[in-house]
């Protein structure tokens, strides 16, 4: 991960954790963390849903320097069902309810911390793409594949070293 995507991701992560946002990050961003060996434009986060939780992230997407409309604050309070930030210091695109995973409840029993990064599994980072069922998501589907038979026969819970 290239150390100003690596800076990104702990500025989320520590904005986040101070307000108390139940989280995990997911996509390519999420598999990066885990040792993916690719690069991502934004963060994408996977964010239980609730009205405490949308308003704790909101508290938490102003410290991160974000400016949101009020139509987006509302998204973000009612856990619309996917949110894309493009008005701050860096992009984040917030899902309240990603393509191949029922309940936010499951991810988070399967995630994977990561120096304190909460991640969705790869499975489940794997199943969110192949449901979505987009061109750019399926074209990079069999490196994701193939590096999870790489991360489950290392146990990698550990993120490569930074750049």
């Given amino acids: 991960?290239?150390?100003?995507?690596?800076?990104?991701?702990?500025?989320?992560?520590?904005?986040?954790?101070?307000?108390?946002?139940?989280?995990?990050?997911?996509?390519?961003?999420?598999?990066?963390?885990?040792?993916?060996?690719?690069?991502?434009?934004?963060?994408?986060?996977?964010?239980?849903?609730?009205?405490?939780?949308g308003r704790a992230l909101l508290f938490s997407l102003q410290d991160l320097g974000l400016s949101l409309t009020e139509n987006q604050s509302a998204e973000i309070i009612k856990g619309k069902d996917f949110v894309q930030l493009k008005n701050g210091p860096f992009d984040i695109d917030l899902v309240f309810a990603p393509d191949g995973i029922e309940r936010f409840s499951d991810a988070w029993k399967r995630h994977i911390d990561v120096e304190g990064f909460p991640v969705c599994h790869i499975d489940d980072i794997i199943a969110s793409k192949v449901a979505a069922h987009r061109k750019k998501d399926l074209e990079s589907l069999d490196r994701l594949k193939s590096f999870r038979e790489y991360w489950i026969q290392n146990q990698r819970t550990e993120p490569f070293a930074k750049d």
């Avoid at 990104?8 to 993916?36: C, M, P, T, W």
């Fill in 1 to 53: 991960m290239a150390e100003s995507e690596y800076r990104q991701a702990e500025e989320i992560r520590d904005a986040l954790a101070r307000h108390g946002v139940k989280y995990l990050f997911i996509g390519k961003s999420g598999a990066i963390l885990l040792g993916f060996p690719d690069t991502t434009q934004d963060a994408v986060l996977f964010v239980d849903r609730s009205e405490q939780n």
